[in-house]
């Protein structure tokens, strides 16, 4: 692994460190959001499971469709709410 590499890694690392002590902390705190859900707009969408673009990405193949789906409920105002599994780059 080249140092470039190393170094990419390790601020991964850090920032995936931080967000999880955050998320542990409000988890703690009972946190809560609120949703509008009379007058807001929102799409929820679960376990994209979207990858590195690689052999192993089984996302590649939905991402011309997710990424129209974005551009058509942004254009009427929703606001997007990813949960589940979102992110694979680990995967390989």
């Known amino acids: 692994m080249s140092r470039s590499e190393e170094a ?12 999880r002590q955050r998320a542990v902390h ?3 705190e009972g946190f809560r959001v609120t949703l ?7 799409v929820f969408l679960s376990d ?3 990858g590195a673009r690689n052999g192993a ?3 590649r193949r939905a991402e011309r469709a997710f990424n129209a789906a974005l551009a058509y409920y ?10 589940g599994d979102v992110e694979e ?3 390989d």
């Open 8 to 19: 990419c890694q390790a601020r991964v690392a850090t920032a995936y460190d931080a967000v």
């Open 26 to 28: 409000r988890r703690a």
């Open 36 to 42: 509008d859900m009379s007058g807001d707009r929102y």
């Open 48 to 50: 994209l499971h979207r």
């Open 57 to 59: 990405d089984d996302f």
């Open 74 to 83: 942004n254009r009427l105002g929703y606001t997007l709410v990813l949960i």
């Open 89 to 91: 780059l680990w995967e």
